[in-house]
């Protein structure tokens, strides 16, 4: 079984700072990329940025300059640095992982159950 959990979300003033923390545990043979999305109220979820095996990284064009993606991926975990962060950044963000559970398996996806980033005076 594969969990991915979340944590640092909460409420922050404009112009602001968070850093987002996902851990990856279970049966993982191989993670190809991992990835925060994120979901405003009335809205679908959209990536925010992703990160490879191969340390390649992509950010929507919402956030670039200001939010960073790292990983660790021999503690298998995933980081979203927020800077300068705006009301239109509140949403819950949630981390993904594409990854195989053996060597013979397929590439899955997985979800976290997300955590609430609120930005507001």
């Known amino acids: 079984q594969v969990q991915l959990v979340e944590s640092g979300g909460g409420l922050v003033q404009p112009g602001g700072s968070l850093r987002l923390s996902c851990v990856v545990s279970g049966s993982i043979f191989r993670i190809n990329a991992m990835g925060w999305y994120r979901q405003a109220p009335g809205k679908e979820r959209e990536l925010v940025a992703r990160i490879t095996s191969d340390s390649s990284r992509n950010y929507a064009d919402s956030v670039k300059g200001r939010f960073t993606i790292s990983s660790d991926n021999a503690k298998k975990l995933v980081y979203l640095q927020m800077n300068s962060l705006k009301p239109e950044d509140t949403a819950v963000y949630f981390c993904?992982?594409?990854?195989?559970?053996?060597?013979?398996?397929?590439?899955?996806?997985?979800w976290g159950q997300g955590t609430q980033v609120t930005v507001s005076s």
């Open positions: 993904n992982a594409d990854l195989r559970t053996w060597s013979g398996g397929s590439w899955r996806n997985f």
